[in-house]
Nanobody, 124 residues
Framework: QVQLVESGGGLVQPGGSLKLSCAASGNIFSINAMGWDRQAPGKQRELVAELIPGLTPTYADSVRGRFTISMDNTKNTTFLQMSGLKSEDTAVYYC??????????????????WGQGTQVTVSS
């Protein structure tokens, strides 16, 4: 069983900063990718940022240059540093992970996992 637990959301004024964290725990063999999606009220969920170890991170055009995704491999934790926040960044942010878990001798299964979401509100 794998769990992703997010933290760091909250209320911030326009132009401010927040840092989200997401810790993966459980019987993890390897983390293949971690990222963040968000969903604003009345809108579809969208990719914010994704990080595959060893590769250049991917960002949505709307956040590139303002958000930075990073990962602490020793703690199975990913971070999303958000700066220059705008009202349109208001959303529930979901952590996601592509994670491989062992299921017996020589059996590895890769699946996608999601956190419960954390609210980010940008408002004056």
């Amino acid at each position: 069983q794998v769990q992703l637990v997010e933290s760091g959301g909250g209320l911030v004024q326009p132009g401010g900063s927040l840092k989200l964290s997401c810790a993966a725990s459980g019987n993890i063999f390897s983390i293949n990718a971690m990222g963040w999606d968000r969903q604003a009220p009345g809108k579809q969920r969208e990719l914010v940022a994704e990080l595959i170890p060893g590769l250049t991170p991917t960002y949505a055009d709307s956040v590139r240059g303002r958000f930075t995704i990073s990962m602490d491999n020793t703690k199975n934790t990913t971070f999303l540093q958000m700066s220059g926040l705008k009202s349109e960044d208001t959303a529930v942010y979901y952590c996601k992970g592509g994670i491989t878990t062992p299921h017996g001798p020589g059996i590895m299964i890769s699946s996608d996992y999601w956190g419960q979401g954390t609210q980010v509100t940008v408002s004056s």
